[in-house]
C-alpha cells in the first residue's frame, strides 16, 4: 500500500501563484511515476503534469509555460503553480504508478478568483 498526501491548496487570487507538495509513503518503490491531476465541477479528472518513464516531464496545453512540475526524491513530487487563472479551479490530486499498482491522493482544493 501507498498513502499519498496533498498539501499547498488554497484561495488566490488570478495571476497569483501557489506550491503544491505532494508526500508518498508506504511501499514505494524507487522506480515509480508521479503525476498530477485535477478535476473541476461537472467536468472529468485531467492530467496536468506527469513525469515520463525517461524522467521528462509532460503538461497538459492549458498549462504549459505556468506550471512546472519536480521531485526531490522517490517520495515528493511538487507543482508549482504561476500566473494562475480561474479556469484554473479544481481539486487537484497527486498520483503514483509503479507499473504494478496505481495509488491517487485525497486531493487539495484550488479556487483562483477573478
Known amino acids: 500500500q501507498v498513502q499519498l498526501v496533498e498539501s499547498g491548496g488554497g484561495l488566490v487570487q488570478a495571476g497569483g501563484s501557489l506550491r503544491l507538495s505532494c508526500v508518498a509513503s508506504?511501499?514505494?518503490?524507487?522506480?515509480?511515476?508521479m503525476a498530477w491531476y485535477r478535476q473541476a465541477p461537472g467536468k472529468q479528472r485531467e492530467m496536468v503534469a506527469t513525469?515520463?518513464?525517461?524522467?521528462?516531464s509532460v503538461y497538459a496545453d492549458s498549462v504549459k509555460g505556468r506550471f512546472t512540475i519536480s521531485r526531490d526524491n522517490a517520495k515528493n513530487a511538487y507543482l508549482q503553480m504561476n500566473s494562475l487563472r480561474p479556469d484554473d479551479t479544481a481539486v487537484y490530486y497527486c498520483?503514483?504508478?509503479?507499473?504494478?499498482?496505481?495509488?491517487w491522493g485525497q486531493g487539495t482544493q484550488v479556487t483562483v478568483s477573478a
Open positions: 498520483f503514483y504508478n509503479d507499473h504494478n499498482e496505481q495509488y
Open positions: 513525469f515520463t518513464v525517461t524522467g521528462n
Open positions: 508506504g511501499s514505494i518503490r524507487n522506480f515509480n511515476i
